[in-house]
């Protein structure tokens, strides 16, 4: 095993803890030679196995003896937690139990474990392992609680899930307005007569609504032409009997109320006694003033 990474001393090692074959910090230090010159048991055990000498002075190595001074040095170096966004520091020594127990960014045993799960989580990462990827992880049936029905009433684990959706009989029909509720089962086959039932309804609706707007606006157009009748016979008398006037010079303007006054005495004396019958004169047929001595000539002729 080869020696602790100089990253986790960020204050840094002197030379005398330095492996002088791995360049990291001593792992389990032994002295390789009378000099002390230091390096970590396991990288002198594989350099002697090759080389029977000290790496750094190559005088002959007898044994490899690890060296408990310079464990407890190690040991006693300030550090920092080996986990990315831990800001965790303290002596190397506490580091191992830090991560053990303390430390949200180490990858532990997921809580699960004793169910069956075989990940490594942090503290961190576990909510969101139990959340979505934890197969051994107890839920509550989305539909209904422990209530659903499903095996193990409505709790289950996620391995599991299909099995639940399945069984649970708290599906409901989720076409808007419909209370249906059963087994995945009942609501496939209901929901294709409940989606037709509601486009049927909401067509309907759609034609009442349709009808109710013709009505409004044949009523309003019923309201417009009674403002125009009023609107009409509220105007001034002088205006009505527009129509009936020759809209000529004032001359023949006169002349023509003359004969109305005309038409009017002969009107009335047919009414008294009908002594005149439907040929009497009728000056106001006269295109022009030109034949005005001889009304009845002109009627009889
Ligand atoms: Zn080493
Ligand atoms: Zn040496
Ligand atoms: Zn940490
Ligand atoms: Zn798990
Ligand atoms: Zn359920
Ligand atoms: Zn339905």
Redesign the pocket.
């Known amino acids: 095993m080869p020696g602790i990474s100089t990253e986790l001393f960020p204050q840094g090692v002197s030379e005398h803890l330095t492996c002088s074959i791995c360049h990291d910090v001593l792992n389990a230090g032994a002295f390789s030679c009378d000099q002390q010159h230091v390096a970590c048991s396991e990288c002198l055990k594989e350099w002697i196995a090759k080389e029977p000498s000290c790496p750094t002075c190559r005088v002959e190595v007898k044994e490899v003896v690890e060296s408990p001074i310079l464990s407890r040095m190690v040991k006693s170096l300030k550090c920092k937690c080996s986990q990315e966004g831990c800001d965790w520091t303290g002596e190397y020594s506490e580091l191992a139990p830090h991560l053990d127990s303390v430390c949200s960014y180490y990858p532990r045993a ?4 004793a169910l069956g ?1 075989d ?1 490594l ?1 942090s503290n961190a990462e576990l909510p969101a ?2 959340d979505d ?5 107890e839920k509550e049936c989305p539909r209904g609680g422990r209530d659903c029905g499903g095996p193990g009433l409505g709790l289950y684990l996620s391995k599991d899930w299909s099995d639940h959706y399945h069984a649970c009989q708290q599906h409901s029909c989720r076409i808007q307005g419909c209370t249906t509720i059963g087994s995945a089962d009942v609501i496939a086959l209901h929901k294709p007569g409940c989606r037709e039932m509601d486009r049927a309804l909401k067509e309907a609706e759609k034609g009442r609504a349709e009808a109710e707007q013709g009505r409004a606006e044949g009523q309003a157009e019923v309201e417009a032409l009674r403002a125009r009748v009023k609107e009409l016979e509220g105007k001034p008398s002088s205006s009505q009997g527009q129509p009936f006037l020759p809209a000529r010079s004032s001359s023949s303007s006169r002349e023509s109320r003359q004969s109305r006054v005309f038409n009017v005495a002969a009107a009335s004396q047919s009414k008294r006694g009908r002594i005149i019958p439907s040929t009497s004169p009728r000056r106001s047929r006269s295109p022009s003033g030109s034949e005005l001595g001889s009304p009845v000539k002109k009627a009889r002729s």
């Open positions: 997921c809580s699960k474990a799960c990940s989580v392992h139990l990827d934890c197969l051994f992880n």
